[in-house]
T-cell receptor, first 114, second 109 residues
């Protein structure tokens, strides 16, 4: 399968713990996005990378959130000192240079903070 | 005010029916528009882009009305497999895409 992959698919953590998620985009895609989706809502933009450069961050991304994309390949999203409000589906998407609007989403990581 | 607003539905229609969804956007500088489809517990998938002149892909027709700042999606001859949530997406320029809350469609046999 050459689609976008995310790991882990599910994560349960206790409030105050740190968590890290990984996204592997489609190999030839240079653009990578992170979104958060809660029940009954559409995905909310968190951040965007073009190659290894993080070019945009949403105001939703508090200081507890950090994302990286070393070498312009896979990306990680870390949440420090998790809060119950962080419980959501975290989606990663990638798109090719020639058609940046064609976002291909991964299956997501479902985070539950207890 | 939200960037993108959609009627969440649900829309329950019989097979073969025609159904239309509307979506409004608040920023007149919005540049690109899309419809995505999301099946239950699955990731969103691009259904179609929306062009100013309107565009059609089989049973699906998308239209854009810039003056009134709304986008529509028409599905003709509904199939059971069309049951999903349809997400309206707007790009204001740059790389931020704003998703609506989605409209739920159930096609009934």
């Amino acid at each position: 399968d050459t689609g976008v992959s995310q790991d882990p698919r599910h994560k349960i953590t206790k409030r105050g713990q740190n968590v890290t998620f990984r996204c592997d985009p489609i190999s030839e895609h240079n653009r990578l996005y992170w979104y958060r989706q809660t029940l009954g809502q559409g995905p909310e933009f968190l951040t965007y990378f073009q190659n290894e450069a993080q070019l945009e961050k949403s105001r939703l991304l508090s200081d507890r959130f950090s994302a990286e994309r070393p070498k312009g390949s896979f990306s990680t999203l870390e949440i420090q000192r998790t809060e119950q409000g962080d419980s959501a589906m975290y989606l990663c998407a990638s798109s090719p240079q020639r058609a940046f609007y064609e976002q291909y989403f991964g299956p997501g990581t479902r985070l539950t903070v207890t | 005010r939200k960037e993108v607003e959609q009627d969440p539905g649900p829309f329950n229609v019989p097979e073969g029916a025609t159904v239309a969804f509307n979506c409004t956007y608040s920023n007149s500088a919005s540049q690109s528009f899309f419809w995505y489809r999301q099946d239950c517990r699955k990731e969103p998938k691009l259904l179609m882009s929306v062009y100013s002149s309107g565009n059609e892909d089989g049973r699906f027709t998308a239209q854009l009305n810039r003056a009134s700042q709304y986008i529509s999606l028409l599905i003709r001859d509904s199939k059971l497999s069309d049951s999903a949530t349809y997400l309206c997406v707007v790009n204001i320029g740059g790389n931020q895409f704003y998703f609506g809350t989605g409209t739920s469609l159930t096609v009934i046999p």
